[in-house]
């Protein structure tokens, strides 16, 4: 008896021994893994196992996971797997507080779904014991033999001590993580505070916050929507991506069903998923998703006191990869980025309306530097005081004005006119000549593009629409643009709103247009080179200039206008004009009409060397011989021809037996001609 009370008495010595070895490998050790690993290495000294294993419970979840594994014999074990609290026996300890012995997991059928795995690895016997501390309960310290009836009831006072240590330890390491957790999305809240605060430009603010919600909340795909309040949906403006395939690049605009973000943006909470639930939204986006090998997520709304501007997402190719504590930091971060999104969007708007104020003021000093070559309208005809007339009534309505004339009889200055008497005249009016560029820039040219929209578009360009805004847009030579361009424009003067060249976003603008053309529209209509919708629109209140041979008149105070101006520019002292000379030019035709004289006085203003103005007679005598010729040939003959067509009809101009049907033109055609032409029927 003595020596079996001294041999029992060894053991125990030696297990307490090992015990107090126990615990200093757990004192030595702040990090679980090597821990369990310093214990797989310790223990069977004193214990028959051959794996080790920790498993904690997660309160989130409510299940038990497997945390760590630990093999002192050759096997494929791996841990990290969640499991229902009673679909497990560490489960099962956890909520009973008691351990639990199995001798022979063959003959236990109260855990169907695990034991038979622990089976597949050679495990015939099971020993687990609670892990808790005197705060919490933390899970279980499981032992496994791959021997039958290996633990003994004997044996649960050393293993329960053994537990009562790791616990202390564990608790104190996951005490540690959580601490550190706390300090990284503390300073992840900093950093975003910090961007806040010092980011204005929207793709900088977003790349800053990316970088520091990754330190935190392990994640792939990041993207931020912005919720478009015309079209009612979202537009992704910014996405990051960097391990992705490409499938989910580029700026587009998705629907409010299409994914999560449209529940967590009516919601406004945050909305965590998994690959089941996007699995239920049958669209492009979440099919992309979904090939791009995403299976949870996380959606924030960007909450402002008043609107919700869009939201903030996430996304992980990993299962269930966003925690409480995650949506909860991600919905603190949302908010901050919610008011840095805000004070982005304005800096952006405010941007943008400098950058096209910068352009339009420059535009405008281009244009007084070229452009001022009419300082007012100049005339007392019948002709042009008729025109100044229908501007007085025009100018004050929001209409589309067609001004017609031939070359240089000053529709610019008409246009420019009709801006200065509208209620627009504080704003821009910005002109372009549609002749004077290239077919395929004038799309640009009108609209703006987009970086990229084609080579050569190294950066995003305002066109003069945009420019325009709240002012008046004149349109040269309409009857020069492209039909491919014609329905663009169209839509602008029906629906005010267009899309840049290479560009998704409708932008709206308020512009009064004014069109001019030397050409015959309603022709250029029937021989199917201008579209008839256009057309009509554009013919809204049509201005006829009349050209500079129907205002003789006006050529006598136009001569002596333009030769004072030059002459003041020029710094000449030219007082008289010679009455032969006047004469001779209130006789010529004038086919280039005022922009032909203004260029004649221009060069008789420069040869001039005393106080008269000497006008180079000899170089227009050739040409006053040809033009008169010519007029009087080519209308003499027009009016002839004519003139036999209405004696052969008596007169009758309209219907199937007219005039006009004779003479293959529209009766509206015929009776302008005539009254070009001084064609009256006799009394």
Same mark, same amino acid.
């Given at each position: ?36 690993? %310093? ?49 497990? *026996? ?6 009973? /507080? ?18 038979? $795995? ?9 020993? +687990?014991? *609670?892990?808790? +501390? ?25 293993? #329960? ?14 005490? /540690? ?11 992840? $809240? ?11 430009? !929207? ?22 929507? #912005?919720?478009? &309040? ?16 490409? !499938? ?29 639930? =996007? ?50 930091? !991600? ?64 100018? *004050? ?78 349109? %040269? ?15 602008? $003067? ?26 015959? =529209? ?13 057309? @009509? ?8 200039? *009349? ?8 050529? &006598?105070?136009?001569?002596? @206008? ?55 007679? !000899? %170089? ?26 209405? /004696? ?36």
């Amino acid at each position: 008896m003595d020596k079996l009370a001294q041999s029992v008495l060894g053991d125990q010595s030696s297990r307490y021994q090992s015990l107090l070895e126990v615990s200093e490998a757990i004192a030595a050790h702040r990090n679980l893994t090597n821990l369990i690993q %310093d214990l797989a290495q310790r223990l069977p000294r004193i214990v028959p196992l051959n794996f080790i294993g920790l498993a904690l419970h997660r309160p989130e979840q409510n299940t038990i996971q497997d945390y760590i594994i630990q093999a002192n014999i050759p096997a494929d074990i791996q841990g990290g797997k969640e499991w229902a609290l009673d679909a497990h *026996p560490s489960g099962w300890v956890w909520q009973a /507080q008691q351990p639990l012995i199995i001798s022979d997991l063959t003959q236990d059928s109260r855990f169907p779904t695990v034991l038979p $795995l622990m089976l597949e690895d050679g495990v015939q016997s099971l020993c +687990t014991v *609670p892990l808790t +501390t005197a705060l919490r309960r933390l899970g279980s310290l499981d032992f496994a033999s791959v021997e039958k009836d290996t633990y003994k009831e004997s044996e649960l006072t050393f293993l #329960l001590q053994v537990a009562r240590q790791v616990a202390v330890a564990v608790d104190n390491v996951l005490h /540690q993580e959580e601490l550190s957790r706390e300090r990284d999305r503390l300073q992840v $809240l900093l950093d975003v505070n910090n961007a806040v605060v010092s980011k204005l430009e !929207l793709g900088a603010l977003f790349t800053t916050m990316v970088a520091a919600m990754r330190r935190v909340v392990p994640h792939e795909v990041t993207s931020l929507y #912005l919720y478009n &309040p015309g079209a009612k949906n979202f537009h992704r403006h910014v996405l990051d991506f960097p391990s992705g395939k490409g !499938l989910l690049g580029g700026r587009h605009s998705i629907a409010l069903d299409d994914t999560p973000a449209g529940e967590a943006f009516r919601s406004r909470k945050t909305v965590c998923w998994q690959k089941a639930d =996007l699995q239920q939204f049958h669209s492009d986006t979440a099919g992309q998703l979904i090939e791009e090998g995403v299976k949870s997520g996380c959606c924030v709304p960007l909450m402002l006191p008043d609107l919700v501007l869009g939201t903030l997402n996430v996304g992980s190719t990993r299962p269930s990869a966003f925690s409480g504590a995650d949506a909860d930091l !991600l919905t603190q971060v949302g908010g901050q980025m919610a008011i840095a999104l805000d004070n982005a969007l304005a800096y952006q708007e405010i941007t943008e309306l400098k950058e096209k104020l910068e352009k339009e003021n420059l535009y405008l000093r281009e244009e007084i530097r070229t452009e001022a070559n009419f300082e007012d309208i100049v005339g007392e005809s019948r002709g042009l005081k008729h025109v100044l007339q229908q501007l007085e009534i025009v100018a *004050p309505t929001d209409s589309t004005v067609l001004v017609l004339g031939e070359t240089g009889t000053g529709k610019e200055l008409i246009a420019r006119a009709l801006h200065q008497l509208s209620t627009r005249n504080d704003r821009a009016f910005v002109k372009i000549n549609c002749a004077a560029i290239p077919t395929g820039l004038l799309e640009s040219e009108l609209f703006g593009h987009e970086k990229g929209a084609f080579t050569g578009a190294i950066s995003q360009k305002v066109g003069r629409f945009e420019l325009a805004h709240r002012g008046t847009i004149f349109l %040269d030579e309409i009857g020069e643009v492209p039909l491919e361009l014609q329905s663009k424009m169209l839509r602008v $003067l029906q629906e005010q709103e267009f899309e840049r060249l290479g560009g998704t976003r409708t932008i709206r603008v308020d512009v009064r247009l004014v069109a001019a053309t030397n050409r015959d =529209l309603m022709q250029m209509v029937e021989a199917a080179e201008f579209r008839s919708d256009l057309y @009509y629109r554009l013919n809204v209140f049509p201005i006829t200039v *009349p050209p500079l041979r129907e205002r003789q008149e006006d050529i &006598p105070i136009l001569v002596r @206008y333009f030769a004072q101006r030059y002459a003041t520019r020029m710094k000449k002292p030219i007082e008289t004009i010679p009455s032969k000379t006047m004469e001779r030019l209130a006789g010529y035709p004038w086919p280039g009409n005022i922009r032909e004289l203004e260029n004649l006085i221009e060069r008789a203003v420069i040869l001039s060397q005393g106080s008269e103005l000497a006008v180079p007679l !000899l %170089d227009l005598k050739a040409d006053l011989q040809r033009g008169t010729q010519s007029m009087a040939t080519l209308e003499g003959a027009e009016r002839d021809h004519i003139l036999r067509a209405l /004696q052969d009809t008596k007169w009758v101009i309209g219907g199937a037996a007219g005039t006009a049907a004779r003479l293959g033109m529209k009766r509206t055609t015929l009776i302008s001609k005539m009254k070009k032409l001084g064609i009256s029927r006799p009394t």
